[in-house]
């Protein structure tokens, strides 16, 4: 009985957090900012080419947080143009 209440108890977890981020993802888009990391709008960043104004350290945890895949002993301009990449894509910078 105790096994069948955690997993449903995981079950209402799991549930939650997918109309979380459903929300999440909606409210992104209807305001129109979409590639967020702290309180910077990276998507400005890219139009206004000041995303090297990051140090190293910090271009590598962006990455990260949008999964960008990079090399252990990577430069700091290789991290720029692999962030650029992803966020050239991004609706907002084409309006």
Avoid: P, W
């Avoid at 409210?27 to 910077?40: A, C, F, N, P, T």
């Avoid at 949008?66 to 991290?79: A, G, P, W």
């Amino acid at each position: 009985m105790i096994l069948m209440n955690k997993v449903k108890s995981e079950h209402v977890s799991r549930q939650n957090e997918n109309v979380f981020d459903e929300i999440h993802n909606t409210v992104l888009s209807e305001i129109g900012v979409i590639h967020l990391y702290d309180v910077y709008n990276l998507c400005e960043m890219v139009a206004e080419n000041k995303l090297s104004s990051f140090k190293v350290k910090m271009l590598r945890v962006i990455c990260t947080c949008f999964e960008i895949r990079f090399k252990t002993r990577v430069t700091k301009s290789e991290l720029v143009k692999k962030l650029t990449e992803m966020l050239l894509g991004c609706s907002c910078l084409s309006t």
